[in-house]
Each structure stands twice: as structure tokens, then as C-alpha cells.
């Protein structure tokens, strides 16, 4: 069975950081590109950040979070990171981690971040 578990949100002040972790399971996600979204309130879903397969390995950015997250893997771990710089208030979403597989997409539940002082 695939899941995928985000983790490390919390609440920060502007200009902290927070690195969230997304634990995969029931696959080796290293065959698989991978991907951040976040969803603001009342907000559609866009994209973050995304990291290619072992094969490839590159990243790519949204303009809004360029120079400031940077999307990382374990592949040792099954784990995608997303470490998160000098956040601001406009950054407060719930973040989800994405996985194709097949053709399909697996996302998981979500992890909350606050920012606000």
C-alpha cells in the first residue's frame, strides 16, 4: 500500500525557517519524480517544488520560494525534504508531497505551516 506522511509544520516567525520531511512507503520513491504543494486558505493548490528521478535528480522551483526552499531526497531513507528559508507570512499553507508512480499520483495528508508574529 502506498502512503506518503509530510511532517515538521508548525508555527514560525517571519524570516525562520522549518524543514518538512515526506515518509514514503509500499515503494522505493527514488524511481519516482517528486513534489511540494502548499494550499492557502480559500486558495487552489500550486505547486512548490519538484525533484526528478534518480536518473535525472533536478529541480525546479515556483518564482515565489526561488533562493529561499530548496527540495532534497534520502533515497537511503524513502524520504523527500523541504528545507524552507526566510519564510513570510504569504508562505503559510498546508504543504503536501506528491509522488507519480505509474502513471499515477499519490499525494499525502498534509502538514500545516504558520507564519505570523
Known amino acids: 500500500q502506498v502512503q506518503l506522511v509530510e511532517s515538521g509544520g508548525g508555527w514560525v516567525q517571519p524570516g525562520g525557517s522549518l524543514r518538512l520531511s515526506c515518509a514514503v512507503s509500499g515503494f522505493a520513491s527514488r524511481w519516482s519524480a517528486m513534489s511540494w504543494y502548499r494550499q492557502a486558505p480559500e486558495k487552489e493548490r500550486q505547486f512548490v517544488a519538484g525533484?526528478?528521478?534518480?536518473?535525472?535528480?533536478?529541480?525546479n522551483y515556483a518564482d515565489s520560494v526561488k533562493g529561499r526552499f530548496t527540495i532534497s531526497r534520502d533515497n537511503g531513507k524513502n524520504t523527500l525534504y523541504l528545507q524552507m528559508n526566510s519564510l513570510n507570512p504569504e508562505d503559510t499553507a498546508v504543504y503536501y508531497c506528491?509522488?507519480?508512480?505509474?502513471?499515477?499520483?499519490?499525494w499525502g495528508q498534509g502538514t500545516q505551516v504558520t507564519v505570523s508574529s
Open positions: 506528491k509522488a507519480v508512480r505509474g502513471g499515477l499520483e499519490y
Open positions: 525533484i526528478t528521478s534518480v536518473g535525472g535528480g533536478s529541480t
